[in-house]
């Protein structure tokens, strides 16, 4: 949808209104004095000492935006894991929020004989699913949204297979061979396991560790569940491509995206936002890897004007310290979800609110927890917080603080002060800062 086509959507202030429907009525908050400005202040203070900062705070009046603080909100800086609301916005925008990743298992042409029995091997072609999982790890690392293969290999069994006589062959190749994100620095292996075009278990040992080989392991955690659901399967587990022309004896379909955005956003899941990241330029750009995932989010985001000219898009999870992100650009993006309910209300409610996943220690207070959605962000030297917040009168507001500093508490608790603030209504009837 171009801007010019785009029609003022309410769904998006109802979405973030919905604390103070919640919460029951509530007086206005008391007026503040002409100039009074508490928000700003906040930012003005902390920014003082620690000037590396990005920031921009909104209140979405009727009639038009006004902004409550900022601090060089166009300024790019590395914004951890608030890069993860840029992926979610891509990630919908290029498949929309009932996408489902369809993990197939196929026969060569002719090779499925009297009996269900397959002469040669099958192929397991990834899809690009971040949740494929045994039913045990989707119980204890994915909230139970994962994707299960002993599904998969029900349904091969239903649809009538009994033998596989000539093994596994796994196609990893939506993807590129890429397993990290592009300047990591090697100890984020332990923080993003290896990506690849077909991921099980977020490709995780059985005893923590990463697996060696993505394909490998997904062909040996298939084997296993079909046995288990009877079929009888002898030959090799390999990687390689899929047979042209095959024809498919079982598949598996995930959760939809916005479920799966949930479990991201929730937790930061950085291995979830980098296969996603993939995902974009694989489905949106024909290019399963991350310089074609960043660049289609950039592609996407400029032609709705909300990029400013010095951010770069490294990856997708905000481990990079060479992501540059403005928190003009991040408002942007909150503000793009409000002219386009039908994937931005997905978008938002994926983001924790006060005392829930990576805001469990924090915006936990009454007058706030129920009233904000926000993504959190921490990496060496940066602390940063993005989302929307309702007050009690059911003013919205969409705010960004990218943080460059050693005081990361002091930085957190800032933010934290100022969401606050907007939450109880300081800043309704605030003039616009200057």
């Known amino acids: 949808m171009t801007r010019a086509s785009r029609k003022p959507a309410r769904a998006f202030l109802a979405l973030v209104a919905a604390g103070a429907v919640a919460g029951g009525a509530h007086a206005a908050p008391a007026p503040v004095p ?7 202040s906040v930012i003005e203070a902390f920014g003082k000492k620690n000037p590396t900062l990005s920031v921009l705070v909104e209140r979405l009046d009727p009639a038009g935006s006004v902004t409550i603080a900022s601090w060089r ?10 890069m993860k609301i840029i992926t979610s916005a891509a990630a919908l925008m290029t498949v929309g929020p009932d996408f489902r990743f369809t993990t197939r298992l196929e026969a060569a042409p002719d090779s499925v004989g009297p009996g269900g029995i397959v002469s040669g091997p099958v192929y397991l072609i990834g899809a690009g699913d971040p949740m494929l999982a045994t039913r045990a790890y989707s119980r204890s690392g994915l909230d139970g949204l994962g994707t299960p293969l002993e599904d998969l290999a029900r349904n091969v069994r239903e649809t009538g297979t009994t033998r596989i006589t000539g093994g596994v062959v796994v196609d990893e190749t939506l993807f590129d061979r890429q397993r990290m994100g592009p300047l990591w620095k090697s100890s984020y292996r332990w923080e993003c396991p290896p990506l690849s075009g077909i991921a099980t278990n977020q490709n995780r040992a059985t005893n923590g560790s990463n697996v060696s080989s993505p394909a490998i392991a997904a062909g040996q955690r298939l084997v296993a569940a079909l046995r288990q659901a009877g079929v009888k399967v002898s030959g090799p587990v390999r990687a390689g491509r899929d047979a042209p022309g095959g024809e498919v004896i079982g598949q598996v379909r995930s959760k939809p995206l916005a479920r799966i955005l949930d479990f991201m956003n929730a937790h930061s899941d950085n291995f979830t936002a980098e296969i996603l990241t993939k995902d974009v330029g694989a489905y949106g750009a024909g290019n399963g890897s991350t310089a074609a995932g960043t660049r289609r989010a950039e592609e996407l985001l ?7 000219a010095s951010d770069d898009f490294i990856d997708g999870s905000g481990l990079s310290h060479s992501n540059r992100l403005s928190a003009t650009t991040l408002v942007g993006v909150l503000k793009e979800a409000q002219a386009n309910p039908d994937w931005g209300d997905v978008l938002v409610r994926s983001l924790p609110q006060g005392g829930e996943g990576t805001l469990v220690r924090r915006l936990k207070g009454p007058a706030v927890r129920n009233r904000v959605h926000a993504k959190t962000g921490y990496i060496n030297g940066v602390a940063s917080l993005a989302g929307t917040v309702t007050s009690r009168s059911g003013t919205p507001y969409a705010f960004a603080f990218l943080m460059h ?20 209504g300081r800043a309704d009837t605030a003039a616009g800062a200057s």
Request: proline share 9%; charged share 20%; net charge neutral.
């Open 34 to 40: 002409p100039g009074d400005n508490p928000v700003s």
């Open 73 to 82: 909100p166009q300024t790019a800086l590395a914004p951890a894991s608030t």
């Open 302 to 308: 400029r032609r709705e004007g909300v990029l400013t």
């Open 405 to 424: 500093t050693a005081d990361i508490g002091g930085a957190q608790r800032t933010m934290d002060k100022a969401v606050t603030l907007l939450a109880t």
